[in-house]
């Protein structure tokens, strides 16, 4: 089993910045790559970014490429999503996801773990 508890979220305006964190516990040794997901109210929960494990290699959703950056330290954990240029399309509880099967995921379905969730919110 693989614990993960998020925190960062907030609110802030139009072009600001937040930085959310991921820390996970537990089975870590076992995973192929984490991601970050988000939900909007009314919307599907959608992919955002993703990381592997051991290549830390990354892969972004196309309206995120250039804004958002996810990254890890050398000890692997926490993963955080540095957010820049923030806009209110951007809302949404935001959830990290870890993966002990696939490491190109950006469904869903691939990932076994998930955190609670943290609430961001970008005013206009």
């Known amino acids: 089993q693989v614990q993960l508890v998020e925190s960062g979220g907030g609110l802030v305006q139009a072009g600001g910045s937040l930085r959310l964190s991921c820390a996970a516990s537990g089975r870590t040794f076992s995973l192929y790559a984490m991601g970050w997901f988000r939900q909007a109210p009314g919307k599907e929960r959608e992919f955002v970014a993703r990381i592997t494990w051991s290549g830390g290699r990354t892969l972004y959703v196309d309206s995120v490429k250039g804004r958002f950056t996810i990254s890890r330290d050398n000890a692997k954990n926490p993963v955080y999503l540095q957010m820049n240029s923030l806009k209110p399309e951007d809302t949404a509880v935001y959830f990290c996801?870890?993966?002990?099967?696939?490491?190109?995921?950006?469904?869903?379905?691939?990932?076994?773990?998930w955190g609670q969730g943290t609430q961001v919110t970008v005013s206009s």
């Open positions: 996801a870890a993966s002990d099967t696939y490491s190109g995921g950006t469904s869903t379905y691939q990932y076994a773990y």
